[in-house]
Nanobody, 127 residues
Framework: QVHLAESGGGSVQSGGSLRLSCVVSGITRSNQCMGWFRQAPGKGREAVGCMSGSSTNTFYAKSHGGRYSIGHAGNTVFLNLHQLQPDDTAMYYC??????????????????????WGPGTQVTVSQ
């Protein structure tokens, strides 16, 4: 059974940092394109970035201004968040795309591309 589990969310002040983790089980992370998304109250699910199964390619949404980075260790994928602002307050989700070879497609930023999702972890940033 496939299971994605995010952790590491919490409450921080503006300018702070967090490291989110996503533990993948039931599938091999290196065979998936792993994506991170976020959803603020009343808004749609927004792409943050993704990493190919080989970890040689990462893509980020330009709107985040280079403040995020994605990494991995074994079957865990990380999302490092820096210089957090109140607008970054959202539920953050990881997702897996069973793409051939673990490549991230040109539609990596579309939620419909992904086959599996975690339940999310909440990030709250205060002034």
């Amino acid at each position: 059974q496939v299971h994605l589990a995010e952790s590491g969310g919490g409450s921080v002040q503006s300018g702070g940092s967090l490291r989110l983790s996503c533990v993948v089980s039931g599938i091999t992370r290196s065979n998936q394109c792993m994506g991170w998304f976020r959803q603020a109250p009343g808004k749609g699910r927004e792409a943050v970035g993704c990493m190919s199964g080989s970890s040689t390619n990462t893509f980020y949404a330009k709107s985040h201004g280079g403040r995020y980075s994605i990494g991995h260790a074994g079957n865990t994928v990380f999302l490092n968040l820096h210089q957090l602002q109140p607008d970054d307050t959202a539920m953050y989700y990881c997702a897996a795309d069973r793409s051939p070879g673990g490549y991230c497609s040109s539609r990596w930023d579309s939620p419909g591309t992904y086959d599996y999702w975690g339940p999310g972890t909440q990030v709250t940033v205060s002034q």
